[in-house]
C-alpha cells in the first residue's frame, strides 16, 4: 500500500526539503511526488488545488492538503509527536515560545540574510544559468554577519536555538544553510564557533544526513 | 500592583499592534512601555536583552523574555485560550494546520505585496518625510492583486481564513491592512467582495476597534 502522506516537491529545493527533514525526524512514510517545472505543472489546475498559490511544497494526508512549508512541518511535528521526538515542545509555554522565537528568527531575519547568497551562488547559476550579482552577495553577508552574532551568543548559552534540545527552530535552518555551505562564503561560519558546532550537531543527525544526500544533487 | 506582561515598542507600530490584538483578545492586562526612537533605545543594552536585533516589539512576563511578534503573539493565544478565546485551535490537528498555514500565507505572500505600499505612502512620509515612490507602490499592487485573488477564493469557501472560526491567521493581518486602508489603494479591495466583507467583520471586533482607535494616530 503507497503511503498515505504526500510530499509534491523535489527533495533538491530548499522548502521542500524544510518539510522532509520533519518527516525523516519523525520517521513518518511518505511518497515524494515530483512537480515537472519544465512542463509549468506547478500551475495547473491540479495543483493549484494543493498550493493556490501554484508554488511547492505542497502536502497530502488523506482528504487534507496543505501549503506553505513551516506550517505543514508543524502539522507533521504534532501529528507524529512521541517523548523521543517532541520537535515543537507546545506542551510546555516557555519552552514552546522559544521554539517559536527562533523560528520566527529564521524566517524574518536569518534566512532573508542568508538566501540571497544561496539564490545568487548556487540557484539561479543552476537554474538559469546566470551570472552571480556579487553586489546582492556582499550586501546580504553584511545583514548575515550581524545575524550570526545573534545566534553566536545565543548558541553561547544553550546547546540548541530554543534551549538545551534540538527543535524545529534549528530544522529550519538546515535547508539554505546546506546550500551555503557550498558557496566560497562557507568559511564566514568559522568566525562563529558556537554557531559552526551548532550546524555540525545538526549535520550529524540520521535525518538530516539522509537529506543532505538526497539535495547533494545541486552541488 | 503593576501588571506582570509588559510589551516594549509604540502601540501605533505594526508589529506591536500584532501583540496587542493578541493581548485585547484575550482580555490580559498589560503595560505598554514606549521605546524612546530619538534616543535609539531600541539599541541600549537593556532593550537588546530583551530583544537582541534592536527591534520592537518586546515581551516580558515575569522571567520570560520574548521578541518576535507573531511568537509572542501565540504564546499569549496559548497562555490566556479559552472555550471562547481559542484563536490557535492547538486541540485539533487540521483545525491547527490550516492557521498555521494562513498564518504563513500573511507573512511570506501578503505582507510582503501590501506592506511596502504601506512604508511608501503612511509610514515614510509619515517618519523621514519622503515622498512615496511609485514604482515600488506599482509593483507591489501589482502582486497583491494576485494575492487578494487567493484570499477571495478561499474566503468565498469560508468565513475566515482558516476556516469558519476567527483564528490568530486573520488577526495578523490586521495592524499592516489598518493602514493599506488610509492610503489612495484602498479601493483596491471593493475588487476582492469576500474579502471586503471578511475585513469588515475583522474591523468589527471589539480588540480591534480599540486597537484601531488606538493606531489613528498615525493618520
Not at 509527536?81 to 522559544?98: Q, V
Not at 556579487?134 to 550581524?146: A, I, N, T, W
Not at 551568543?153 to 535547508?175: K, V
Request: include cysteine; hydrophobic fraction near 45%; proline fraction near 6%.
Amino acid at each position: 500500500m503507497a503511503p498515505a502522506l504526500k510530499v509534491f516537491g523535489p527533495a533538491r529545493s530548499t522548502n521542500v526539503a524544510r518539510v522532509l527533514v520533519c518527516l525523516e525526524e519523525v520517521g513518518a512514510e511518505y511518497e515524494l511526488v515530483d512537480i515537472d517545472f519544465a512542463a509549468r505543472e506547478q500551475k495547473s489546475p491540479d495543483h493549484l488545488k494543493r498550493n493556490p498559490f501554484g508554488q511547492i511544497p505542497a502536502f497530502q494526508d488523506g482528504d487534507l492538503l496543505l501549503f506553505e512549508s513551516r506550517a505543514i512541518g508543524k502539522y507533521i511535528l504534532r501529528k507524529y509527536k512521541t517523548s523521543d521526538a517532541d520537535l515543537l515542545r507546545e506542551g510546555d509555554l516557555a519552552e514552546a515560545a522559544m521554539v517559536d522565537v527562533w523560528t520566527e528568527v529564521e524566517a524574518h531575519q536569518y534566512n532573508p540574510a542568508l538566501s540571497p547568497v544561496v539564490y545568487e551562488c548556487v540557484i539561479y547559476p543552476a537554474i538559469h544559468g546566470t551570472p552571480t550579482n556579487q553586489r546582492v552577495v556582499d550586501e546580504s553577508l553584511e545583514k548575515l554577519r550581524k545575524g550570526l552574532e545573534v545566534h553566536e551568543a545565543r548558541l553561547w548559552e544553550s546547546a540548541s536555538l530554543a534551549g538545551d534540545f534540538a527543535s524545529f527552530a534549528d530544522l529550519n535552518h538546515f535547508p539554505y544553510t546546506f546550500y551555503f555551505m557550498a558557496t566560497p562564503h562557507a568559511p564566514l561560519f568559522d568566525e562563529y564557533p558556537h554557531v559552526k558546532a551548532w550546524w555540525e550537531r545538526l549535520m550529524a543527525r540520521p535525518a538530516i544526513k539522509k537529506l543532505a544526500a538526497r539535495m547533494a544533487l545541486l552541488n
